[in-house]
């Protein structure tokens, strides 16, 4: 499979039930939410996903979470020096190996600005943009209060210290979507291949798989669907706007206050000459 050709647009539904979709660290981690109520999740949180489940499947990464580290480097500039960056004075030079180098580099993009390297400044574009995912209907915040036990020291007397109380918040029921789309003029240049694609595509539809923890355990957020749109040329036979607003999902008749996905009727608006392909989520 050679760089990619045809522009790509996709959209992925998401429920989240009783579980933290993203949480807001300046709002005490409450899960993100609009002045209208509207649940959020944020690009960074989505791409960081997805950088997980192409680690998970043996990709090189730049960007990896310290507890997913898997080269002994505890910083970027430390990688880029590790894999032979420091010394490269051309910027061009610096960019195409990069994007060699890393899968998510040549996907996302990036930006190295490290004091130690020849280079000081590169930035790479990449071809996959994703929207912030929104839910389809306001979400309903619950709040629990915890007692947490996280130093076991012995207190004055001896006995264990005190455990201290906290706060857990979770969404109660939400149905997240999720836009993005494939540049194929920005595939072009960083090497984005049919392949990448395709390991995109699959990153997507088992979005959650090793993600589970406290704020999301196993089962409580799960991709139902994902349409995935492929063009038959280089800028679209339609904009990504028209694209993902194929995608209409509206609350059945009678129901107020959704708490599962059958509360949505789901339509997929006809776009001559552009079926979407159709994959379930894991």
């Known amino acids: 499979m050679g760089v990619l050709k045809n522009k790509i647009d996709f959209v992925v539904l998401v429920s989240v039930n009783k579980a933290n979709a993203n949480g807001d660290p300046l709002n005490g981690n409450r899960p993100r939410t609009d002045y209208d109520g509207f649940g959020e999740m944020s690009d960074v949180c989505i791409k960081r996903k997805i950088r997980n489940r192409m680690q998970d499947m043996g990709a090189k990464i730049f960007v990896q979470s310290d507890d997913r580290c898997d080269d002994g480097c505890d910083s970027l500039s430390k990688r880029a020096e590790a894999n032979g960056f420091k010394e490269i004075k051309k910027e061009d030079e610096f960019a195409k190996k990069a994007c060699e180098t890393w899968l998510d580099v040549r996907t996302f993009g990036q930006v190295f600005a490290f004091n130690k390297l020849d ?50 918040h979770y969404v109660k029921f939400g149905l ?51 349409y995935w749109w492929k063009h038959n040329c280089k800028d679209g036979q339609y904009s990504s706007a028209t694209v993902h607003r194929s995608v209409k999902i509206e609350l059945k008749e009678g129901v107020v206050l959704p708490t599962d996905i059958d509360d949505y009727n789901i339509i997929v608006k006809e776009l001559p000459g552009l079926e979407p392909e159709i994959v379930d989520g894991i």
């Open 176 to 226: 997240y979507k999720i836009k993005g789309s494939i540049n194929v003029q920005l595939a072009e240049k960083t090497g984005f291949s049919e392949a990448d694609a395709e390991m995109v595509k699959e990153c997507l539809r088992t979005l959650f798989v090793n993600d589970a923890s406290s704020a999301r355990p196993d089962g409580s957020m799960e991709v139902i669907q994902l």
């Open 119 to 168: 280079c000081k400044s590169v930035g790479v574009r990449g071809p996959v943009s994703i929207h912030q995912a929104v839910s389809v209907s306001p979400v309903e915040i619950e709040s629990l209060q915890i007692t947490k036990s996280v130093s076991g020291d012995k207190g004055d007397k001896g006995g264990r210290s005190s455990d201290t109380m906290g706060m857990k």
